[in-house]
Structures are given as C-alpha cells and as structure tokens.
C-alpha cells in the first residue's frame, strides 16, 4: 500500500482528537521520567553519551518473546508474556529484571513495518518499563546462561486508553563489571492490538486457504485392467499422515472460516491412493506397492465432510504457471488450448471427488502479479475474476485508506488484489515460538489498523498466503484467523462476495507493465523450452491414439502428466521439472515402440513373382487397429509391389500379438533391389522407423528366357502339325467309304481306340491338355517362387 493509505482516521472527531493528545500526553510523562531515571548512574556512566551506550549495550542478551496471550487483549483480561533471555556477552549480569515496555499508539500501518524492522533499543521509541510487580528478576546471569520468564500484568494496568495498536516490548536491564551501572542490555519488541469492544464498522475479511502439492502421480501405469497408477514417491503419504502438512491444513481449516482453493490434481492423487498403488523405487528402476490407503481414505472422507456447504475454487488441474505460460509459453502452439482442458478437469475433478460444485472462474497468478499478458493468458480460458496483490496493483500516494479488494480492469476482469502485507505475514520459519508469535501479533496489528483508517468506511480485504504453508505456518496462520474470529473488528467473508464489492472508485486499476514485472519472479519461470517439450509429447500422444482401440487408457494418464509439467509448484525446482518432463516423454516414447515391424533380412526372388511376408509385433496390452503397411520398391522398373512401385494394407494386431502382412511381387530383371516397409496411420503420418531390406531376383537370365520362348513355340508348331494331320486322314476316310473300315467293325471301339498303342503314330486331340507349366499362383512358397529371407 501507498504510504498515503497508512494513517488511520484521515477525519476523526472532536473528542477522538482530544482522546488522542490527551492519551499521547499522559504516555509522555512517564517516558521523560524514565528516561530521567536510566540517566542517572556514576559520573563515569555521564560521560558516555546515552544512546551509544544504550545501542552497543542493547545487544549484550538476547531476549526471546514466545509467548503473548491473550493476543488482542479486551478489558478486564490479564496480558502474559513469555519468553527466555540469554547472556551473549563474555560478562556476568548482575541486578537483572525483564519488565514490560509500553509504547505509543501507532499511527499508520507504516509506522507498524518501521517498528518491525527495528533492532535493539532505542530509547524514546521503546516507552518506558511498567515496573513495579511486573517483572521477573535475575540474580545473576552468567556467560552463555539461559533463563526463562513470564510476566502477567492485568491489561487495566497498562492504562490502554484510545483503540489502536501499541508497540510492546520486553526488556532486560541489568550491569555489568565494564558498565556497572542500570542500563538496557537486550529488548525484543512487538506489538499489541487494542479494541476495547465492538467496532461499528468491521471490515470484511476474506482468507484463502489453499490445499496444494508438487506433483507426484507419474504418468506410468500398470497394465492391469485397473491401470494402477505410480507415483514418483510415497511423500504424498507423509503430508497426509496425522501432522502431516496436508493433515493440518484439514484439521486447522475445519475449524475456520476461509475460502478453501483447491488444486483437483491434488485430489485425483490423494483419490488415486486410495486403491492399490505402486511407488517408484530411489534408482528409478523399479517399484514398490504404496501403503498410504487408510491414509488417503480418510483424509478425503474428512475433506467432504469439511466442504459441504463452504465455498471452494477449483484452480486448474495442476495448478498451472500462469506467468511462464504469460511469458515464455503462449507462442507454443496448443500450450493455450491446454489451459483451457486443465479449467474444465479441474472443476469436472473437484465435483467427482468431493460431490461439491466448485468456482472454477477465479485465476491465481504466482504471488498476484500483474502485467497485460499474464492478464490474457489468465482469463483465455474462461475466468473472469484475476486474483493480484496490492504490491503488483499498486495504489496511488493519494489514497489515505485500504480499498475494497475488488476492481474492474477492463475487458470484463475484475481484479481482486489481496492485501501484501497480510499476505505474506507468515512466510519463513515459523517453527522457532518467537518468530510465530511476532508474525502473529503484527499481522493482527495490521488487520486493526486497516479498520482504523476510516472507522466509518467498511472495506472489504482478501488474504492470499503462500499457496504451500508449511506445518508451523499454517498454525501460526490459524492462530490469527481464531484471534480475529470474535470479530472485534473484522468479520469473515467468502471470495465469492469479496469480488462482487462495490469498487472504491479511488482505487488502482491500472495493470503494470511488462517492464514492471517482478525480475525475482521471471527468474524462475519455466522457459520456452519446457513448453515446447511438452508440446512435443502432445503430439506424439496425437498420433499414438489413433491407432488405439482403447485410448482412453494413455489419454488420461498422460494428458494429467502434460498439466503437471506445467504446474507453478516447479519453480524453484528447475532440474526435477526438467527430469519430469523428460520422464514422461521418455515412457510414453517406450508405449509407442510396443508397435513396430519385425526386422527383416534380405530376401532371394527364385521366379518371375512371389509372395514378400512382413511382420507387425503389437506388445500392448490392448489392440492396434487404423494402421496400413506401406511397403515400397525403390526401383519398380526391376521389381514391382503388386502391380506398382508400392502397395499399402491395412493392419490390426490383437495385443501381445504379431500379425504377417503379404505382398505380392512381380520381377521384370535380376539384381537386388532394395524394399522399404512403413507403418502409417490412416491420416497418412508415418508410425515408427522404416525397416530397409533387399530383394535379390536371380533366375531371370536371358537365355532362360529364350529357352522358355522356344519350348513354348515349339509346343505350339507341334500341335498345329498334330491337327493338320489328323484332319488329313479323316478327309481320306471318308473318302473311301464305311466298307473300307468293316476289317474292324464297330466292335473295335470308339474313334482312335484301334489295336495301335496309344502315342505311337496318333495325333494328339484338340482338347488334350497343352502341356505348358501350371498357371501362376500368389500363394507363398510355391515351386518356382520361393523366397529366402
């Protein structure tokens, strides 16, 4: 937010006016007289100047504060304060005590981030120590020495006059041999929120809470009729365990009221878990069964129980980079197209798994940065709401307040632009008690300090955090939600209403520039050559379907894998996105190889034609079909394939079988001729790698081929002299008479059966057979068109 927007009450009235001089003079006093009181020691002390004694002394302890309740106090609590102090020094500390520092009321939520970034103590802008009863004093304190504290003060005590947000610190005082005399030696500060009762007016406050994961289901699958699935790792079993990431995310969440934003690829794993599972194995080579069934069962049972009649955004499936797709992956050809099957996944995923209709029009950029582009990829494939962040939309030095989250900007959009500062309250560690509890505290420093700006104006505010809180960040940001949830100043509110808000007409609507984009961010984007590498599995998941009987079987697995190569969770993360992709076009290149033709050696043609077998091996679990067979002479004046230079036949193999193709050849001279056969399929695009062999014709001589014309002919002259003859003597028989022919009567027989052996000097009859070789046949390995391979 703009500084302008970080004082609070740019109108106050009269009496809050007079409140605040009046509270701010009564803090005054006893600040002066403390200070009066620190400088007050040995002439020795008096010729140090006080500050540069107080700034190289505040450092001597390191005071931790672990422990703040209540963390907005209301009248009549009692405030406790814990923590423990350590001597970091080389000298004892004598006369020791850890007291209680109250400072002035805070007047901006810039004086709050001043505050924060502050270290050690710096005397009139710590207040003074509340004394009296409420300390904890140390008798000694050794080097290296460890003390614990806790102070409790009733919080009428502090004399907390005007709502606001006071700076609060605890400090340990105490003298050492080199500097024996009262002085401040360590000092953590923090920062108490003070709302007496019931705002008028609360502001409206909407808090995501995103369950998302890396990616961890691969695109391998069993051959089984379940196709059961692999994962890269079984660490999705570890966040699911009690605990575990995922877990606490559930069982926190459930007890809060935020807008749950869900990755479905998430889901379909946690789904996929639950049935039988493998797990790849640390070398990659093999698997194991997974073991987290119970696990995942009951996670998600928990989850549909939590979500029936809560709002939920479904982000697409896998959660895709928005940015790297803005940036580096629009100009690949069908990288679009996939965000928009990924929207519609997702939301059709979220629906099937969790019986719950989702939001599945809301875009989440990484961290909410804005430029043009990323603002066309995010709303391309259908969603008209762009959730950006107050650091990337930037409001002008004009605007006194925070505005309502919500506004148009342009082409139909609306931005919805979370509050920065919220929204990353509870980045880093919050493993170690005291960086939790000051994240805590400032977070709810800034939440009042918003609805102090203008009491009178209701706003309405989105908290986008980071879309995978760990463990202790996800506690410390439930702690924040139940500190607000008696809603003294803020009530709840689902995304859903937060987008419809009536726009402040003072708020930025301006999208930055490409310029303007986040270098840190564009750092790890996922580059050009990522998407052009999943494109290219797309393609070659093109093809493969075609010739599938069940493609839905490859379709689903390794469509899913497609969205995960493009998830924002790789950022970061480079080399494992890189070795995903690469994995998946690796294994989907190992289906495709299923189907290829049998190698093949050179073939021997021993006649004029014969039959060429080639063989299709189909290594899939499932058929092939929608495929021919091209098999092409390369020089068809020598050899022809049927009765040109290549002939094509459909294919279809049953799974885990071979099938032989025929051709028929046809040779007009000898020598080698070399035969390519080619898988295509039906649209023409070739499948696999051609396999090259040669065939060898070598009986077709010329001399055989005279020798055969001149049988032939002679057959021919042999038959027509045979007929000549016979018609000869038939003209002279008849020509003598039937009395001629009574030496033999007609007992004789038949026409051409007298006492004369057969073949001796009768002529062959018209209809005898000619005797010529048998016709040709396409039969394989016939005599006279044998084939060698």
């Known amino acids: 937010m703009a500084e302008a927007a970080d004082t609070p009450g740019t109108s106050p009235s009269p009496a809050r006016r007079w409140?605040?001089?009046?509270?701010?003079?009564?803090?005054?006093?006893?600040?002066?007289?403390?200070?009066?009181?620190?400088?007050?020691?040995?002439?020795?002390?008096?010729?140090?100047?006080?500050a540069a004694a107080d700034a190289t002394g505040s450092n001597t302890v390191d005071v931790s504060l672990n422990k703040l309740t209540p963390n907005a106090p209301t009248e009549g609590d009692t405030l406790t304060v814990s923590g423990t102090v350590t001597n970091d020094g080389k000298q004892p500390?004598?006369?020791?005590?850890?007291?209680?520092?109250?400072g002035p009321v805070l007047n901006g939520r810039s004086e709050i981030d001043s505050a924060a970034k502050r270290t050690g103590y710096q005397p009139g802008s710590d207040g003074t120590e509340v004394g009296g009863k409420y300390v904890k004093k140390f008798a000694k304190l050794a080097p290296g020495a460890r003390e614990d504290f806790?102070?409790?003060?009733?919080?009428?005590?502090?004399?907390?006059?005007?709502?606001?947000?006071?700076?609060?610190?605890?400090?340990?005082?105490?003298?050492?041999?080199?500097?024996?005399?009262?002085?401040?030696?360590?000092?953590?500060?923090?920062f108490l929120p003070w709302q007496s009762g019931a705002a008028d007016t609360k502001t409206k406050t909407t808090y995501l809470w995103p369950l998302i994961s890396t990616a961890h289901l691969t695109a391998e699958t069993g051959s089984d009729e379940q196709q059961t699935p692999v994962f890269t790792d079984?660490?999705?079993?570890?966040?699911?365990?009690?605990?575990?990431?995922?877990?606490?995310?559930?069982?926190?969440?459930?007890?809060?009221?935020?807008?749950?934003?869900?990755?479905?690829?998430l889901l379909a794993s946690v789904d996929a878990m639950t049935r039988s599972y493998r797990v790849r194995t640390a070398d990659g080579k093999s698997t194991t069964a997974g073991k987290g069934q119970a696990l995942a069962k009951e996670w998600l049972n928990d989850l549909e129980q939590t979500v029936q009649g809560k709002k939920i955004v479904a982000l697409p499936f896998a959660d895709p980079d928005l940015a790297s797709l803005a940036h580096n992956g629009k100009a690949v050809t069908g990288s679009?197209?996939?965000?928009?099957?990924?929207?519609?996944?997702?939301?059709?995923a979220v629906d099937t798994i969790l019986h719950v209709k989702p939001r599945s029009d809301f875009a989440w950029p990484v961290d909410g940065a804005l430029d043009p582009s990323?603002?066309?990829?995010?709303?391309?494939?259908?969603?008209?709401?762009?959730?950006?962040?107050?650091?990337?939309?930037?409001?002008?030095?004009?605007?006194?307040?925070?505005?309502?989250?919500?506004?148009?900007?342009g082409g139909g959009t609306t931005a919805v632009v979370a509050d920065a500062r919220l929204s990353t309250a509870f980045q880093g560690d919050m493993t170690g008690a005291e960086t939790s509890t000051l994240a805590l505290q400032e977070f709810l420093a800034q939440s009042l300090m918003v609805n102090l700006q203008e009491p009178d104006r209701q706003r309405s505010i989105v908290v986008a955090p980071q879309r995978m809180p760990s463990v202790s960040q996800a506690q410390t940001m439930a702690k924040a939600l139940t500190a607000l949830s008696d809603e003294r100043w803020s009530q709840s509110q689902d995304l859903s209403a937060a987008a419809k808000a009536k726009p402040d007409p003072a708020a930025s609507t301006r999208v930055p520039s490409a310029g303007a984009y986040p270098a840190a961010l564009r750092k790890h984007e996922l580059p050009r050559s990522a998407f052009q590498s999943l494109q290219n599995t797309q393609n070659k998941l093109n093809r493969f379907k075609t010739i599938l009987s069940e493609p839905d079987r490859v379709i689903t697995p390794f469509g899913r894998a497609i969205d995960r190569g493009m998830s924002t969770s790789w950022r970061g993360r480079a080399g494992d996105a890189a070795t995903f992709r690469k994995d998946v076009e690796r294994y989907l290149t190992t289906l495709t190889r299923q189907v290829a033709l049998i190698q093949k050696s050179d073939a021997k043609l021993s006649g004029r034609s014969a039959t060429i077998p080639v063989t299709v091996q189909n290594n899939l679990v499932q058929d092939v079909d929608h495929m021919v067979l091209r098999l092409t002479s390369e020089n068809p004046t020598r050899l022809k394939i049927g009765d040109k230079a290549y002939w094509e036949q459909p294919v279809k193999v049953a799974g885990g079988h071979a099938q032989s193709v025929k051709f028929t050849t046809t040779a007009n001279a000898n020598g080698p001729v070399p035969v390519y056969a080619q898988l295509f399929t039906e649209d023409g695009q070739p499948y696999g790698k051609p396999v090259r062999f040669d065939v060898n014709v070598t009986e077709i001589t010329l001399?055989?081929?005279?020798?055969?014309?001149?049988g032939v002919l002679l057959l021919v002259l042999a038959g027509f002299r045979m007929y000549t003859q016979r018609k000869r003597a038939a003209r002279q028989r008849a020509e003598e008479g039937p009395e001629e022919d009574t030496e033999n009567g007609p007992e004789d027989g038949p026409e051409g059966e007298s006492g004369t052996e057969p073949g001796e000097d009768d002529p062959e009859q018209p209809s005898d057979p000619t005797p010529d070789t048998a016709p040709e046949s396409t039969d394989p390995s016939d005599t006279g068109e044998r084939v060698d391979r």
């Open 703 to 710: 001399t055989v081929m005279l020798v055969i014309a001149g």
């Open 234 to 265: 079984d660490d999705l079993a570890e966040e699911l365990a009690p605990g575990g990431r995922l877990e606490q995310m559930l069982s926190l969440g459930r007890e809060l009221d935020v807008t749950w934003v869900v990755d479905p690829d």
């Open 150 to 190: 806790s102070i409790s003060v009733p919080v009428k005590a502090l004399d907390l006059n005007a709502d606001g947000v006071y700076q609060l610190g605890v400090s340990l005082s105490g003298r050492t041999a080199a500097q024996p005399w009262a002085q401040v030696l360590g000092f953590e500060r923090t």
């Open 374 to 409: 990323v603002v066309d990829v995010s709303t391309s494939a259908g969603a008209h709401t762009v959730i950006a962040r107050s650091d990337s939309l930037r409001e002008s030095d004009g605007l006194p307040y925070t505005p309502n989250a919500a506004r148009p900007i």
């Open 336 to 348: 679009l197209g996939r965000l928009k099957d990924a929207t519609d996944m997702g939301a059709e």
């Open 93 to 102: 500390v004598t006369g020791a005590q850890a007291g209680l520092r109250l």
């Open 19 to 50: 409140l605040r001089r009046t509270a701010a003079l009564l803090a005054g006093a006893p600040l002066l007289t403390g200070m009066l009181q620190l400088s007050a020691g040995p002439a020795a002390h008096a010729a140090v100047p006080e």
